[in-house]
């Protein structure tokens, strides 16, 4: 799967909270001062080729589609940022939300237990 750039994971973000839609749906989300509809629609393009996208004909334009699941590409990038930042240890990651305390060990003894129920 192709990397996104910020301004397209920003964008993409905004398709799947929307579903189908038009670059002029995405541009309304925006707060002010909202992009050109020009350079959203340019992202929608480069979205496509790198197979996010998908679109239909709808009536002078097109309507676009998201191809990939938010929940795909978000596993996706996890598994880049733990083989990038952790040297693709899952453990490494547990290792350090334990070490920045943003997991307990009794979380992880719950846990633990719960798993070994399955």
Sequence with gaps: MNRLTNSEEKIME???EIGECAPKDVRAM?????PHI??????FQS?????YLTHRPHGRGYIYIPAVEKANYGRRKFESFVSRYFGNSYMNVVSALVKE???SVAELTSFLKKLKKR
């Design 101 to 103: 305390e943003k997991v």
């Design 30 to 34: 925006f707060p002010e001062p909202k």
């Design 38 to 43: 020009n350079t959203v629609a340019t992202v």
């Design 14 to 16: 905004m398709i799947w």
């Design 47 to 51: 979205l496509e080729k790198k197979g």
